[in-house]
Nanobody
Framework: QVQVVESGGGLVQPGGSLRLSCAAS????????MGWYRQAPGKERELVAS???????NYANSVKGRFTISRDNAKNTLYLQMNSLKPEDTAVYYC?????????WGQGTQVTVSS
């Protein structure tokens, strides 16, 4: 059973930065695609960024140029560097990891951008 745990959320002022981490455990081999999703109050969960096992990336238009997704396959860890944060980035951020055609989700970490 794969377990996924996010960390690094918090309160930050507009224009600030945060780095989210996602540690996955329980898989004997490297995970497949991984990604970050977010869900704001009253809105549906949306894809923020994704990355393949070999490093191919995809970003939502709203975060392009501000967020960077990366991963360390040796550590089964996923990262999201978030710069130039805006109030509209406020949401619960979820880590997603695919392994043997099964998706696994973390419990989420709150990111609040406010002055």
């Amino acid at each position: 059973q794969v377990q996924v745990v996010e960390s690094g959320g918090g309160l930050v002022q507009p224009g600030g930065s945060l780095r989210l981490s996602c540690a996955a455990s329980g898989s004997p081999f490297s995970l497949d695609a991984m990604g970050w999703y977010r869900q704001a109050p009253g809105k549906e969960r949306e894809l923020v960024a994704s990355i393949t096992r070999v490093g191919g990336t995809n970003y939502a238009n709203s975060v392009k140029g501000r967020f960077t997704i990366s991963r360390d396959n040796a550590k089964n860890t996923l990262y999201l560097q978030m710069n130039s944060l805006k109030p509209e980035d406020t949401a619960v951020y979820y880590c997603n990891a695919w392994y043997l055609n099964t998706p696994y989700w973390g419990q989420g970490t709150q990111v609040t951008v406010s002055s």
